[in-house]
């Protein structure tokens, strides 16, 4: 049986998020400007911190298994030395969204229709600015409201996997106003997201009547339009692609790899070359914290390239086998589940997947959904057996 979440935790998660939202009203070509990303990470591990006491048995063997497993790697990452503090922490960020969501499990929201407000909300303040900043500085604007919108649209495609079923009969117009604030983003990922949610709502019978159901099938095909649009925009080719960059260099940095370090990955922290870093310096912001040229595999951008180099293929399968059995565990449907971990997929070919909180904050409201819905099962199951006792009675 799940346990209702303090209403503190109640209000950090889904009343927080519409002040940060506050901050996106600034000039077009400006995103936000309070920090958005650092302030969801605290309301993340805040709300993941007050469950510490509530650990549910259902999921601990997982949690203790990822904090050994943290412990370990990172205190032999601090053990060199050498390594910043905030280097280790950016780069082992995704094994603490992984212990956080295992403090997710057992517990549920008073009220889950809140979450379906905070959607639509996030997606009609997304509707506005994105059309706003295209209509002044044109369709080259990259338009976010929280922050690069690489990141920020799969909150919202995430969170609108999470809420379909409550959000209503208007909900095929949140689906639409989504759809064109992805067309405008320039975000290829995002384009591909959307892709992913439009099929999940069409195969996973969340689409009720077989009309509808027929109509959705039709938007599955046409919707495959949407990323087309979006690379030929961007003036996609291969030559153009800086993740085919980032490739070759994780290419050539991994070409002396022997099959251990192809299956557990480079010693914890390890520098990529000078060449790299110095090929890669216009990335600034990803270059180390200690200012000396230096840089480690956050600069590769590609969660895919980032957790091979550092945790080898096998740390990649664990992310995201993980990530499946802590929703599973948490009580989320198969589908939703399955959504959710295509889209950290989607994103992780990208930019950061599961190493950032737009990626993983949708995965804890589907735990939290998914408990407050087996709550109103269980209690709709004990009525139906007490008339059942009550009519034996008679």
């Known amino acids: 049986m799940s346990k209702p979440a303090p209403k503190l935790v109640a209000f950090v998660l889904v009343s927080m998020p519409y002040l940060f939202v506050l901050g996106a009203l600034t000039p077009p070509q400006m995103d936000n400007w309070l920090p958005a990303t650092s302030l ?35 205190g032999l990452a601090l053990a060199s030395g050498s390594t910043p503090l905030d280097e280790i922490f950016r780069a082992h960020k995704w094994i603490l969204y992984l212990i956080g969501l295992c403090l997710f499990v057992g517990q549920s929201l008073p009220d889950s229709s809140r979450v379906a407000r905070l959607t639509k909300f996030l997606i009609i303040a997304a509707f506005f600015k994105y059309f706003y900043a295209v209509a002044l500085l044109g369709l080259n604007a990259r338009p976010a409201i929280l922050t ?4 920020e649209l799969f909150l919202l495609i995430g969170l609108l996997v999470v809420c379909y079923r409550f959000m209503g009969q208007r909900v095929f117009n949140y689906v639409i106003l989504l759809g064109l604030e992805i067309l405008v983003s320039g975000s290829r990922s995002a384009a591909i997201g959307f892709v992913i949610f ?30 087309l ?7 996609t080719s291969l030559d153009t692609l800086d993740r085919i960059n980032f490739l070759n ?65 096998l740390g990649m399968v664990a992310t995201f086998v993980s990530l499946w059995i802590i929703m599973r565990v948490g009580g989320v449907d198969r589908g939703i589940a399955i959504a959710l971990v295509a889209l950290a997929v989607a994103n992780g070919f ?26 109103r099962s269980g209690a709709s199951r004990n009525l139906n057996q007490e008339k059942k006792r009550s009519a034996l009675a008679w």
């Not at 690069?148 to 990141?151: A, D, I, T, V």
């Not at 990626?359 to 709550?375: F, T």
Request: aromatic letters at 20%; hydrophobic letters at 55%; a neutral charge.
């Open 198 to 227: 439009v099929f999940f709502v069409t195969f996973s019978g969340e689409t009720g009547k077989s009309f509808r159901r027929y109509l959705w099938a039709l938007l599955s095909i046409a919707v495959v339009w949407i990323p």
């Open 40 to 74: 969801f990470e605290g309301l993340f591990f805040v709300a993941a911190l007050a469950f510490i006491f509530r650990l549910s048995r259902r999921i601990a063997w997982s949690f203790f298994a990822l904090v050994i497993f943290a412990a370990i790697h990172m």
């Open 249 to 313: 260099h994780f290419l050539i940095e991994t070409s002396g790899w022997h099959l251990g370090e192809w299956l557990f990955g480079a010693a914890p922290m390890t520098q990529l070359s000078s060449s790299t870093c110095q090929s890669l310096s216009y990335y600034y912001l990803l270059l180390s914290s200690a200012q000396d040229g230096s840089c480690y595999s956050v600069i590769l951008h590609s969660f895919f390239l980032r957790v091979i180099f550092d945790f080898g293929v």
């Open 148 to 151: 690069e919108n690489n990141y």
């Open 229 to 235: 649009v979006v690379f030929q925009s961007r003036n």
């Open 350 to 375: 990208s930019v950061s997947g599961p190493n950032n909180v737009y990626v993983i904050l949708p995965v804890a409201y589907a735990i939290l959904v998914a408990q407050r819905s087996e709550v």
